[in-house]
């Protein structure tokens, strides 16, 4: 048990910090689901697990609300495993450390998990309470939403019931959602082409530290430093003396992360170490200025290392670095119809030295379809060029806008009835499932909303805890007042 069970609303905080003690990182949501199995079957409510893995439960209406319109109430039951490069936690077997921080609450060295244990928490505590008020209830939470949707891919139609999808996972209070971008991984490998260390060469390990990182949708446009992104550039740099060979380089964990650390392991001559040296220090000095205000922490450090078994072929050397070098990252386009929203983007989110070969993973997202190929089409042909196999997989839709959703309506006027204002109507940037569900249930109307989450897919991740409390009025009111099925 930790501090944060004292919060309000109880129940939400309770659920929540049992979350955190369960690992849940994505891939691993057994055991977290099996519990929620088998809290709900005690609690006497029909719980059912589909062929991918998500669970589905059902309470009946509070009495009196029986022909009210189905809601499903949405969350996904994995996380984000993030943790700080002196962290030695393991998502697979330790539990998260949550603390209050002020107005916040985070966790100790590693991602938090509110992005989407809180949305999680919060249908939980609807099912515990009682006097929460509601119609037919359904209860979705979906697996591997960070790493693949593989849940959202999965899910079948005719298993759900529901008019009204209430999804959990936006990460700002006073806005409301609408719409998310569609996106897909482009999956990128080189052969490794090895050569011996040449004789009289000394290994040094070049890392970048410090990064902020991010989300790679959410984040993307406020020009956080990329780590690979650095990386490309420093070695480019020493490489055009010609006598640094590159045995290995690793870079960033996950495709939908903004790189926070890098590293390459490179031999050279010793009479290269003093310059080498001296353009580190000089790129320390450029990058310090340069993301100024957005990353002040950066550290580039360039230190011995043992002597590696092998070096990459300089043919390899580079095609590998001018294909990193050249490679899309950032903002591709903002929207012409949404003012300030970004419309295309991509994430250099992974790179890594494997025995047979360089592997690369980037993820790429777009409100349009034609966007998201595009991009894709213009990845694959810098790594195409460079010699590699560029594949993509895991494409999924946006979601697109309707302005005239009645779901949307209701929760705008119940926000301004409950909080004096109308909270603002966005496309959110970032790979929602409800595209996905949207193409098995077309007919569902969906909202999506959630408490204020800031740095998500980082160690930087909190939680404001009086959002939370909001989050959880507005939900309790909309379940209240969702109006009477068509159908009855």
């Known amino acids: 048990m930790s501090e944060i069970r004292s919060l309000s609303p109880a129940l939400l905080w309770q659920f929540f910090d049992t979350l955190c003690s369960i690992p849940h990182p994505s891939g691993h949501e057994a055991a977290l689901r099996q519990w929620i199995a088998d809290w709900a079957r005690e609690r006497e409510l029909d719980v059912r697990q589909d062929r991918v893995g998500n669970l589905v439960i059902r309470k009946a209406a509070t009495a009196g609300m029986e022909h009210r319109k189905g809601v499903i109430l949405q969350a996904h039951m994995d996380m984000v495993p993030q943790a700080n490069a002196d962290s030695p936690h393991d998502f697979t077997r330790d539990p998260i450390q949550p603390w209050i921080d002020g107005d916040w609450v985070r966790a100790r060295g590693t991602t938090l998990g509110a992005d989407n244990g809180i949305g999680l928490a919060a249908c939980l505590a609807v099912l515990a309470d009682d006097k929460v008020q509601h119609g037919p209830l359904e209860v979705l939470l979906t697996v591997d939403e960070e790493s693949g949707m593989t849940g959202a891919f999965g899910l079948e139609p005719g298993l759900l019931r529901g008019e009204i999808l209430l999804n959990t996972d936006s990460e700002q209070d006073g806005d409301v959602y609408m719409g998310c971008a569609g996106g897909v991984d482009a999956n990128i490998t080189l052969p490794y082409e090895a050569e011996p260390v040449p004789i009289g060469h000394q290994a040094v390990r070049l890392a970048i530290t410090g990064l902020r990182g991010g989300h790679s949708g959410i984040n993307i446009h406020q020009g956080r430093a990329s780590a690979n992104k650095l990386l490309a550039e420093l070695l480019h740099q020493l490489g055009q003396s010609g006598d640094i060979r590159l045995a290995e380089l690793h870079g960033g964990t996950l495709r939908n992360a903004i790189a926070r650390e890098a590293w390459a392991l490179l031999t050279l001559p010793a009479a290269g170490l003093a310059r080498a040296q001296d353009l580190i220090e000089s790129y320390r000095r450029q990058y310090a200025a340069e993301f100024a205000g957005v990353d002040d922490f950066i550290r580039l450090e360039l230190e011995p290392a043992g002597l590696p078994p092998r070096v990459m072929s300089p043919d390899l050397q580079r095609r590998l670095v001018a294909a990193l070098l050249a490679c899309p990252h950032g903002v591709m386009e903002m929207s012409r119809a949404l003012a300030g929203v970004v419309q295309s983007s991509t994430n250099l989110g992974v790179i890594k030295t494997e025995a047979e070969q360089v592997y690369v993973q980037c993820l790429i997202r777009s409100l349009s379809d034609a966007g998201r190929d595009r991009v894709a089409e213009m990845t694959a042909a810098v790594f195409r060029l460079a010699g590699a196999d560029c594949r993509f997989d895991g494409a999924y839709p946006g979601w697109q806008p309707d302005p005239d959703s009645p779901i949307m309506r209701l929760l705008l ?32 109307d969906m909202v999506s909303f959630g408490p204020t989450i800031q740095g998500a897919h980082s160690p930087d991740e909190r939680v404001h805890i009086e959002a939370v409390s909001r989050f959880w009025q507005l939900l309790v009111r909309v379940l209240r007042q969702i109006p009477e099925s068509d159908g009855r």
Do not use: M, N, R, S
Request: net charge negative; hydrophobic share 45%.
């Open 413 to 444: 006027d119940t926000h301004e009835a409950l909080f004096g204002v109308q909270p603002a109507v966005k496309v959110i940037h970032a790979g929602l499932e409800c595209g996905l569900f949207k193409a098995v249930y077309p007919e569902w």
